[in-house]
């Protein structure tokens, strides 16, 4: 993995994780204004951090241009954001969204197209795993649109159980669960 430092969110990401959310989701071939809910993205303290949640961005310094494509993710104060996710209580989740007692639900996982698969996204999950179980919370719930399938296989490769499916906005939804202190699959290994 090249270097990349993991933080919390800043009032000046905002720019830069809004634009990687949109190019990422583009990616995947959806549409980011047809997907209900992201509002939560314009803003981060009020829907993440000040609800007992966590919110993640992964910057990279230097070049963080893709060799391939010559794409720069986006610039934010001290870097190139390549990744970031959130965390938040799932009292504090959309209406829309499941609701367990002492769970907390992973949000927004996104990994820049140019920067994805060098590990980023596995270090962004157990960053945000071992705060989940800082936090106390004793159920991870994850949730993705199964047309997504890398990320379905992102979950399961790291030990989220599966648990159910339901359709939300003309998506079939793909629902996860993975107790947050368990060893993950990497340890496994």
Same mark, same amino acid.
């Given at each position: 993995m090249d270097a990349v430092r993991f933080r919390r969110y800043d009032p000046r990401d905002a720019d830069a994780v809004w634009t990687l959310h949109e190019w990422?989701?583009?990616?995947?071939?959806? $549409?980011?204004?047809?997907? #209900?809910?992201?509002? $939560?993205? /314009?803003?981060?303290?009020?829907? !993440?951090?000040d609800v007992g949640g966590e919110f993640l961005v992964g910057v990279a310094g230097g070049d963080a241009t893709s060799r391939s494509t010559g794409r720069? #993710? #986006?610039? =934010?104060?001290?870097? /190139?954001?390549?990744?970031i996710g959130g965390l938040l209580p799932?009292?504090?989740g959309h209406d829309d969204e499941r609701?367990? *007692? @002492?769970? *907390?639900? &992973?949000h927004r996982m996104r990994v +820049?197209?140019?920067?994805q698969r060098r590990g980023y996204g596995r270090a962004l999950l157990a960053r &945000?795993?071992?705060?989940?179980?800082? &936090? @106390? !919370?004793? /159920?991870? &719930? *994850?949730? =993705?649109?199964?047309?997504?399938? +890398? +990320?379905?296989?992102? !979950?399961?490769?790291?030990? !989220? $159980?599966?648990?159910?499916r339901s359709k939300e906005a003309g998506y079939e939804l793909v629902h996860f669960e993975r107790d947050p202190r368990a060893e993950?699959?990497?340890e496994r290994r």
């Open positions: 990422a989701m583009r990616e995947t071939g959806t $549409d980011p204004a047809e997907i #209900p809910g992201t509002e $939560d993205l /314009r803003d981060v303290e009020g829907r !993440y951090l720069e #993710p #986006p610039a =934010t104060h001290d870097g /190139r954001v390549v990744a799932s009292e504090a609701t367990v *007692a @002492g769970a *907390a639900e &992973l +820049a197209p140019t920067h &945000l795993e071992a705060r989940a179980a800082e &936090l @106390g !919370y004793d /159920r991870l &719930l *994850a949730t =993705t649109a199964r047309s997504q399938p +890398a +990320a379905v296989a992102f !979950y399961r490769d790291a030990g !989220y $159980d599966e648990v159910g993950t699959s990497s």
